[in-house]
């Protein structure tokens, strides 16, 4: 995520010999995200035309979906290699905005069949306003990093065993300098990691005998817990089918029920 020092340290004490560097590989989700972010700020300045503030503010998940697109068409082409797979991918990168402004003129074919139908081209109205210039500083960011993009990797499981660490350690209002406070606790978070099951490896290791009914019941019902958790989460985001509204018909009145016939001439 950009705030570590470890790389800079690898680089200096240079432990695999002197022709060998260390090189970081962003995660994917960071860049992306730093991406929409910093997209969103530029459209909420309201010294660039109210149009395309608004075209950006409407469509800034096509601009993640863009990059994210150019991405998976590059990891996926085998037969290319990785140094020309860098190259085209800044190319497709560094377009993106134009074409999602409107202006398809350097599109790859694998990425858009030109222009919609009644689509505006919003680029000569963001040149002219110098909002291109700032939106192509954020998009260098994603340009200097497309090799780890092509890498396709996230932080996720550092990102999890850190909170797992949290809840272990329980927050930073203890005392830890004693012998072995701290590292015991991360040492705990890390068996939950990896046996996903802490209590019962713990247990075992310690009396060489698996946990009694009780124990076994508990955890039985932790992990249905959990799975039921991890069930309703991915229903609640995952892309189903739209529901359709309900076609109401009507048959009419009830021959047997009040007056049915038309009142024309009644009154």
Known sequence: DGDSSVTKRLNEVLPYGNDFRVKKIECKNHLLRNY??????IAKQTDYPISIRKHILTNIVRFRS???KATKHYIESADIPFQTKIAELRKDISNSPYHRLGQHNNCAVYFCSGPKTGEIN??????KSKMMTSI???VYRLLTNADSLIENVDNNPCEQLNSIINKHVGGKRINYTQKNNYKT?????ILSYNSKN?????????TTSSPGKIAKRYMSNLERIRRNTVMRRRKLFCEGEKRKKPIIKYSGPDADYGLTEPLDGLI
Do not use: G, Q
């Open 136 to 138: 192509n500083n954020v």
């Open 185 to 189: 606790r991360v040492e705990a978070a």
């Open 36 to 41: 929409t972010t910093k997209l969103s700020a």
């Open 198 to 206: 802490y209590l019962r490896t713990v247990h075992k290791k310690i």
């Open 122 to 127: 919003l680029v000569p109205l963001a040149e």
């Open 66 to 68: 863009d990059i994210i």
